[in-house]
């Protein structure tokens, strides 16, 4: 692929002889300066979620989506998936989605053959955790560590240790499904485990699902509000 290039495509099975219509998508710049990107929380398939991704279309700055789990509600069922991918019009063919699992997509511990099945992603995480469901990428001057919070904390600590070390990326996004934080269900292993690495290397935003509410902090250092992220 070339950069800030369209390239047109189509979906379907040469044995069945279903295709899909003919989509597009636009490849990045060559050097991004800055770029903007969209993230959600539990779309759970709802129609809602689809007719908010598909507004979202106005905004044909975004590079990419970002999903941070409960992608549907019941991640066994073939049928919330195809209603995951038809409530939000050209949305996802248009604009790269970039996931991670959340609780709902492994449907009450038996596993997420489908979300596997339906995504292409990359197979950059950490060893004992299943290849797709935690990966990172960078953009731009950003990296964006996508983790599976389904999956064992422990399995994942020194990879992100290991990335947030290493990176010469100036901002730092860390995406997975469960808070650390929040008023309902708070996740005291990811804040002893992964917290004080975000502190440490200095992540500038945490960004989670599963509460099905919005919330936003203040910065924060060592599980305490501070007056600025620059430290």
Request: a negative charge.
């Amino acid at each position: 692929f070339k950069p800030a290039t369209q390239y047109f495509y189509q979906a379907g099975s040469p044995e069945t002889e279903a295709w899909s219509d003919v989509r597009s998508f636009t490849t990045a710049e060559p050097e991004i300066k800055k770029f903007s990107f969209i993230w959600f929380g539990d779309t759970h398939c709802f129609p809602d979620s689809g007719k908010l991704a598909n507004l979202t279309l106005k905004h044909q700055d975004a590079s990419f989506y970002t999903i941070a789990g409960d992608i549907v509600s019941t991640g066994l069922n073939r049928d919330d998936w195809d209603r995951f991918f038809q409530h939000p019009g050209d949305a996802f063919s248009k604009i790269p989605l970039m996931p991670v699992p959340g609780n709902h997509d492994r449907q009450d511990g038996r596993g997420a053959k489908m979300y596997y099945d339906l995504f292409s992603l990359p197979k950059n995480g950490p060893e004992g955790v299943e290849e797709e469901s935690t990966y990172p990428f960078e953009y731009g001057n950003a990296l964006f560590l996508m983790i599976d919070a389904t999956s064992d904390t422990d399995a994942h600590t020194p990879w992100i240790a290991e990335k947030l070390k290493n990176t010469t990326a100036q901002w730092k996004f860390a995406v997975f499904h469960f808070p650390p934080y929040n008023y309902e269900e708070p996740y005291p292993e990811i804040q002893e485990a992964w917290v004080p690495l975000f502190d440490r290397y200095h992540v500038h935003m945490v960004m989670s699902g599963h509460i099905h509410y919005y919330m936003g902090s203040k910065p924060m250092n060592g599980g305490n509000l501070v007056d600025t992220n620059d430290k």
